[in-house]
């Protein structure tokens, strides 16, 4: 689809899940975003065409010579009152799009009731205005969804599109990491135009393009909602990433190996004992700073 297409049907919020990754892709997406945050808090004045009608009316002398000249006027007025309609009807089927903080987490309710858990660092956007007839969000970070049943849902990431019908399930995505686990119902993950289904307990991992393999959980829920971030045979360097999310702290390395694969967890609440449970297994020692964490080889 043209560029021009694109952008057409995003104003009129009609995309579909794949013409929204199309559109993510263009060259001028970030230019765009910034246009529609720009635009999202201002609110067109309310108008009367009727009143400005008749507050111009008064105004204008008829001349018998040239009956036409009064159409200028109001012309003028029809115009304004055009950009004005156009401008209010965009900014108020905008998207809403919900940020967490480094260290933060939040609760968000969409509008069937459906729930999102919002990790640290991460950023859900959906547009409220035609959920009834799209119900998607669009994911950067992290996201536990309990999904109320009706139509198809679909989150979609830029590594994939997670799609359901009522369920739960988590998806992660950052950077060169995508993983989606599935907890009750079913998931369909479509990931490079192939769709894999996981059952509650399964998982869909891909981290730096290789799909790895998964064992089956019986947790009903991921740790990071208990406040733990939980990882199974991840590089280090994701794991760092996260230590970063959850406690505001730049992690530097010295002689370590950021590819050696960590299995383990880290608590949210206590930022030394986190550090422990990391660099322990790994023969690592640390030290802090008042702005940074230092890792290196023992």
Not at 168 to 195: D, I, M, P
Request: aromatic share 10%; charged share 25%.
């Amino acid at each position: 689809m043209k560029r021009e297409e694109l952008i057409k049907k995003w104003l009129d919020h009609n995309l579909n899940t794949e013409e929204q990754i199309a559109f993510k892709q263009l060259d001028d997406y970030n230019e765009l975003m910034k246009m529609d945050s720009a635009l999202r808090d201002f609110k067109a004045p309310k108008f009367s065409s009727t009143q400005s009608y008749q507050e111009v009316k008064t105004k204008l002398k008829p001349r018998v010579s040239q009956p036409q000249q009064w159409l200028k006027p109001l012309l003028r007025i029809a115009a304004v009152l055009a950009i004005g309609f156009s401008i209010y009807y965009y900014t108020t089927s905008l998207d809403t799009t919900i940020d967490t903080e480094i260290a933060e987490q939040t609760t968000i309710a969409l509008p069937d009731n459906s729930m999102v858990n919002l990790n640290a660092n991460s950023t859900v956007t959906f547009n409220e205005s035609h959920w009834n007839k799209t119900r998607a969000v669009e994911l950067q970070g992290e996201a536990f969804f309990k999904v109320a049943k009706g139509k198809k849902f679909d989150v979609i990431t830029a590594d994939g599109i997670v799609s359901v019908l009522g369920t739960q399930f988590n998806v992660k995505q950052r950077q060169s990491y995508f993983e989606v686990t599935c907890y009750e119902g079913l998931v369909a993950v479509t990931y490079n135009n192939k769709t894999t289904k996981l059952k509650p307990g399964h998982s869909f991992k891909i981290i730096d393009g290789k799909l790895l393999a998964t064992e089956k959980e019986n947790a009903v829920q991921p740790q990071w909602l208990n406040g733990e971030s939980s990882f199974t045979s991840v590089p280090l360097k994701y794991v760092i990433k996260e230590l970063e999310n959850q406690y505001n702290r730049t992690l530097t390395t010295e002689n370590v190996d950021l590819s050696r694969l960590y299995t383990g967890s880290f608590t949210h609440n206590n930022l030394d004992l986190a550090l422990k449970s990391v660099t322990i297994p790994l023969n690592l020692s640390y030290s802090i700073s008042e702005e940074s964490i230092l890792l290196k080889r023992e």
